[in-house]
Structure formats: structure tokens, C-alpha cells
């Protein structure tokens, strides 16, 4: 019989064999509506994507819904409504068909790494485990904000003098290209000598004007070797190490990977997640390939019984030796210490996160307000260099005409 297969010698019901049978029964199903529908849903699949924002949208309003007692297939379906981007939709009514078919929640995101983090995974598991629902849909939704808000104040830090620079940029090469010529080609007719600046600047428009397309050359053997570097494990995490230990961006990389883990560790601590499984989350969380490193390096050493104070402090004699962990500061590793003592990690780190957070919007704010004028002030003598160049000769000619 068909039935048989999914009992064991004892006519135990195997629910996880009849699962599998579930999956591979779906996947068949996918496959063969991909073949059927053709470029369409290849073409949903590939180029679709979904932005923090938008599921962060989704998740506040999943936890308004359930928070208010509403069954959790009737709230996505009452969503899949409700969203307007097609691949994202499409997971969620993947999500709602996977219930029936007794597939957890947590189970479909995994399949989707790269839209959901291993943070929102790890508390959806803890959620069906412990069906904690109003804790840990609360806070997923404050942590997905919260990240939101953070990637938004260091793109608009940039986005300022991103613009300036462009624009800078585009001032100079009109100049370059249709102002600097006309002024060279009227002084090499009356045949006057060009000051010394005004021949650089008249050599560096001829090489924008004839030779563009070395400058074509080097910016694509540029972005070549970005790709390249972008394929390549090692040259990943050179260019990591190379980003902690700049001058100013180095501390905003710091202190973002810090609040980034310190966040994600509290959180699932709070929600009773073991303390192994915690640090393998949270080394998943952290943007930066060396900090990750740093992590799965402590996690491994907690692992054989090591404090996770001593392994911040890379001395097993911490309290004799001088503090060798740059990627950590010092204070960083006294706070882990005394919860060792006092077992109370979780409310500690929470203080220690409030506090990161608060220093890294200030430091950005500061740094943003920093840079306007210096980028200014760099356009400006950029923009009145080309300007003093450009009327040099005109001084020089006025000077010859009131001599004579």
C-alpha cells in the first residue's frame, strides 16, 4: 500500500517522510509551472528583488494582525493582497501553501537567504518553537527599523557630496571640453605664449578631448578589477580589513558591526536562544567578512570552554596583559566580563548597544556636517584653478597693451 511507506515497524506515523514527500511534490509542482509559464516567471525570479523597507512593511503589518488574534494563514492571506512586488508576493503565497502542507514558516525563508537575514530566520524559528509571537514579531519589527534607519543616515551622509562631486565633476569636463579649447585655439592664432598653468590645463583638455577613451580604458579595467576582487574570498576579506582600519570611515565600519552584532546577541539571548547558537547567528549579521571571522573565531572557542571574555582579550592571562583586540574595544570586553560574574549578558549588551547606537548617528551626523565644507572648499579651488588658468592670458595681454 502507498499509505505504508510513511509508517514505521512499530505503525508509527513517520511525519517527517511524509513532509519530504510534501516538498519534493511541490518542488515538481514549481518546476513544472516554470516550464509552462516560460520567461515570465524566470524573469520574476531573476530581476525582482526586495528591499529592507518592504519587508519591514510586511512584517509591521503581519504583527498588527496577529497581535489582534488573527490566524496566521488568514493574515498572509489578507497581505499577499496587499503587496505589490511580484517576487515578494510570490514567497508569501509559497509561505501560506507550505502551512497546509505542514512546512513551517522558517523552513520557506531559508530557502530565500538573500531575502531574509539569518536574524529574522533565527527568531521565526524560536517563534514556532516557543510561539512567543507578540515578543519576537515586536522585536523583529523594532530591529528591521532600526537597521533601516541606520543604513538610511550613512547613505544620506554621503549622498551630499556624492551629488557635489558629480556635479563638480561635470562643470569641470564642459569646461574642459568646450571652453578651454576655444580659449587655446584664439591665443595659438595671435600667437602669444601661454603662462605655465594655462599650458597644463590646455594639455589636460587636449587629453580629455582626443584621448577619452584611455579614460574610458582605466575606468572599466577599474570596475573589472572590483569584479574580480568581488569573485575572490581573499581579496574579500583584504578589502574588510583595509575598511576597519581607514581614518575616518574605518569607525563608522567599527562601531555599525558592533551595534549590528551587539543588537542581533541581545536579541536572540532575550528570546532564549542558546549561547553557541546566538554567536553563529550573529557572526551571520554583521556586514564585515573579518568581524564575521571574529566571531566564528570566539563562537569556536566558547565552543571548548573558553569565557568569551579571554577570547575577546586573545590572552587567556587577560588581566596581566595588554589588550591586543582591535576589532572590539576594551570596555567592550570588560562589559562581557562582568556578565560572566553576574550572568546578566543580555541587559548589559542592551546598554552597551544604546550606547554604540547613540555614538555612531552622532559621529555621522558630525562627519556629514564636516564634509560640506571641505568638499566645498576642494570644488572651490578645483573650479578657481581652472578659472585663474583660463583668464592668466587675458592679464598677461592687458598687462603688454598698457606697456605699449
Known amino acids: 500500500m502507498f499509505w505504508n511507506k510513511f509508517y514505521d515497524r512499530y505503525w508509527n506515523f513517520d511525519n517527517k517522510r511524509f513532509i519530504k514527500l510534501l516538498e519534493d511534490a511541490r518542488r515538481a509542482q514549481y518546476k513544472w509551472a516554470s516550464k509552462k509559464s516560460g520567461w515570465k516567471d524566470i524573469e520574476i525570479t531573476l530581476f525582482q528583488g526586495v528591499n529592507q523597507k518592504e519587508l519591514w512593511q510586511f512584517i509591521n503589518k503581519f504583527s498588527i494582525f496577529l497581535n489582534s488574534w488573527i490566524d496566521v494563514k488568514w493574515a498572509l492571506w489578507i497581505l499577499v493582497k496587499q503587496i505589490k512586488n511580484p517576487y515578494l508576493k510570490k514567497i508569501w503565497i509559497e509561505m501560506r501553501d507550505n502551512i497546509d502542507h505542514g512546512i513551517g514558516i522558517n523552513e520557506t525563508m531559508n530557502q530565500y537567504p538573500k531575502v531574509f537575514d539569518p536574524l529574522t530566520t533565527a527568531l521565526v524559528w524560536v517563534w514556532e518553537k516557543t510561539w512567543q509571537l507578540w515578543k519576537i514579531l515586536a522585536e523583529l519589527d523594532t530591529s528591521l527599523l532600526e537597521s533601516i534607519e541606520l543604513k538610511w543616515k550613512v547613505k544620506w551622509a554621503m549622498v551630499y557630496p ?117 554567536l553563529k547567528t550573529s557572526s551571520k549579521v554583521v556586514p564585515n567578512l573579518v568581524y564575521k571571522k571574529e566571531l566564528i573565531r570566539i563562537k569556536n572557542e566558547v565552543e571548548v570552554w573558553l569565557t568569551i571574555s579571554k577570547s575577546l582579550w586573545l590572552n587567556l592571562d587577560y588581566e596581566e596583559s595588554v589588550y591586543l583586540n582591535r576589532l572590539f574595544p576594551e570596555e567592550f570586553a570588560y562589559v562581557v566580563s562582568t556578565w560572566e560574574e553576574t550572568w546578566s549578558l543580555s541587559t548589559s549588551l542592551k546598554k552597551v548597544w544604546e550606547n554604540y547606537n547613540w555614538e555612531l548617528k552622532r559621529y555621522i551626523w558630525n562627519m556629514s556636517s564636516m564634509m560640506e565644507p571641505v568638499i566645498i572648499v576642494i570644488v572651490g579651488a578645483l573650479v578657481g584653478t581652472i578659472v585663474v588658468a583660463i583668464m592668466m592670458p587675458f592679464f598677461e595681454m592687458w598687462k603688454v597693451a598698457k606697456w605699449v
Request: proline content about 3%; charged content about 10%; aromatic content about 16%.
Open 162 to 278: 556624492m551629488i557635489l562631486l558629480f556635479l563638480t565633476l561635470m562643470m569641470v569636463v564642459f569646461m574642459m571640453v568646450f571652453i578651454v579649447p576655444r580659449i587655446s585655439a584664439s591665443f595659438a592664432k595671435a600667437g602669444s605664449e601661454l603662462p605655465g598653468l594655462t599650458q597644463k590645463v590646455v594639455a589636460f583638455s587636449n587629453f580629455i578631448v582626443h584621448d577619452w577613451w584611455k579614460l574610458l580604458l582605466i575606468l572599466i579595467s577599474i570596475i573589472g578589477f572590483f569584479k574580480l576582487v568581488n569573485a575572490s574570498y581573499m581579496w574579500k576579506i583584504a578589502l574588510a580589513n583595509i575598511a576597519t582600519r581607514m581614518p575616518i570611515f574605518g569607525y563608522v565600519v567599527k562601531q555599525s558591526n558592533i551595534v549590528y552584532f551587539t543588537k542581533a546577541f541581545t536579541i536572540l539571548l532575550d528570546s532564549w536562544v542558546l549561547l553557541l547558537d546566538s
